[in-house]
């Protein structure tokens, strides 16, 4: 089954203690260009550089952002901004943050290398699918400088409790790092590198598979770098740095994605209104502003799929419930490429029936017509104010269904989860061949 061991990890160095919540950002993938230069301002030794540096006008092959990167590393390591771990370890890392509904959670994940493995395996499963763009930017920067900047955050089960409880004991000890981020969110990092608890962890990993939740590009680019540069770089590429997490840890929260309509003719939007009742029972929701609210509730209430629907001008709501038996007309049992489940789940049922079928909107024609938000809230007010023509809102993802589709081998639709909290990028970094330029500019 999946094999987790420590690590000696990259990190800033004890020097930035106090500006620590400086130095940190976001996952590249969610910073927008506004962010970008913000995080450049915050301080010169800002992980943005490394981690997601500014494109220009004259960047060439032999002057990138990705070169830029390795250069800046290269200074930053002989100044003793950053410095690697002196022993391998395992990292503890607890976020208090506040989740979409403004509710305190406090998450927990362990941060450690995992023996890469190709999907379809049956230890590391992934449950979403990719885009090749954002793998071959992250294969660049790899490449470029022999660091993985950010952990792959993957899901494990424990229903006996025994990696909490040996986690447990970590956190009564003092954190080696504390932070205040640019949220407001509060980390903390607890270093373990005695060998036997390190060896109890592993001991009590035997056995798990892992679900990737977050992190599909950085993982699939481990490999594609281990394939192609595993036997110059060494040992190290045949590993990946990941954040491991229980999946029903209080602290993680997994939000739906919201589809946004616009572009599309009234003919469309017709032929929508008027076949919608073949296949869900609508019922009108009092405003939009409580279409969240109503769902939630209404989604204890019954057992098949409900999608909220936001019409043009935003001030009217519908929960649309599948009709019973409408799934198995639709696609009949053994006669798809899919299970049951993965019929049956909201996002689904959502891309299949309601933007493909009902709108004609097929696979492949969703640029300029289909965008996505996981904020319900920014989704009705784009509505309202006229930039999109309707939105779509998914219930709450069911991590139990999640984990059996991937189990099974199948993964979900693009854009179908949005987990919390997003990993911080600048705690810890995983040096897979960083001995091969270290101290070169």
């Known amino acids: 089954m999946a094999k987790i061991a420590p690590f000696a990890g990259l990190r800033y160095t004890k020097t ?163 932070l205040k981020d640019w949220s407001g969110a509060r980390h903390r990092l607890w270093v373990i590198h005695l060998p036997a608890v390190i060896q109890d962890l592993q001991d009590a990993f035997q056995g798990k598979k892992l679900l990737i939740a977050d992190g599909h590009h950085r993982y699939l680019t481990a490999i594609k770098y281990q394939k192609e540069h595993g036997a110059q770089a060494g040992p190290d590429a045949d590993w990946v740095m990941m954040c491991l997490a229980e999946i029903h840890d209080p602290g993680l929260s997994v939000l739906p994605v919201c589809r946004l309509c616009k572009g599309l003719s ?33 989604a204890k209430k019954v057992r098949s799929a409900l999608i909220g629907y936001i019409e043009q001008g935003g001030k009217q709501a519908y929960l649309l419930k599948v009709k019973d038996g409408c799934l198995d007309m639709l696609f009949p049992p053994g006669r798809t490429n899919h299970s049951r489940i993965y019929h049956r789940l909201d996002v689904v049922i959502l891309n299949q029936i309601i933007l493909q079928q009902l709108l004609g909107i097929q696979p492949g024609e969703e640029k300029g017509r289909v965008w996505y938000t996981k904020n319900p809230e920014e989704a009705r ?49 995983n040096p897979v061949a960083l001995t091969k330029w270290e101290g070169k500019g």
């Open 16 to 178: 930035y203690a106090s500006i620590f919540g400086r130095l940190v950002t976001p996952p590249y993938d969610i910073i927008s260009p506004q962010e970008q230069k913000r995080f450049y301002q915050a301080h010169p030794h800002n992980i943005i550089r490394l981690e997601y540096g500014l494109t220009k006008t004259s960047d060439s092959e032999q002057n990138n952002r990705y070169i830029r990167a390795r250069k800046t590393l290269a200074q930053w390591l002989q100044a003793g901004v950053l410095a690697v771990e002196p022993k391998a370890s395992l990292y503890l890392m607890q976020t208090e943050y506040k989740d979409a509904q403004n509710r305190a959670k406090c998450f927990t994940g362990l941060l450690a290398r995992v023996k890469l493995e190709a999907f379809g395996e049956g230890k590391i499963m992934p449950h979403e699918k990719t885009y090749e763009g954002p793998k071959a930017d992250r294969f660049n920067l790899l490449k470029e400088t022999g660091v993985s900047f950010s952990p792959v955050l993957s899901l494990y089960r424990d229903p006996a409790k025994r990696i909490q409880k040996l986690l447990h004991k970590q956190q009564k000890k003092t954190a080696a790092v504390q």
């Open 381 to 429: 007010l784009l509505v309202a104010r006229g930039e999109a023509q309707a939105a779509f809102l998914p219930g709450l993802p069911n991590m139990d269904a999640i984990w059996d589709l991937a189990k099974q081998g199948e993964t979900m639709p693009q854009k179908s989860t949005y987990f919390l909290p997003k990993l911080i990028t600048g705690l810890v970094m």
């Open 266 to 298: 009234q003919k469309q939007w017709g032929f929508f209104k008027s076949h919608c009742e073949n296949y869900f029972e609508v019922e009108k929701v009092h405003s939009s502003q409580i279409l969240p609210a109503a769902q939630t509730a209404a």
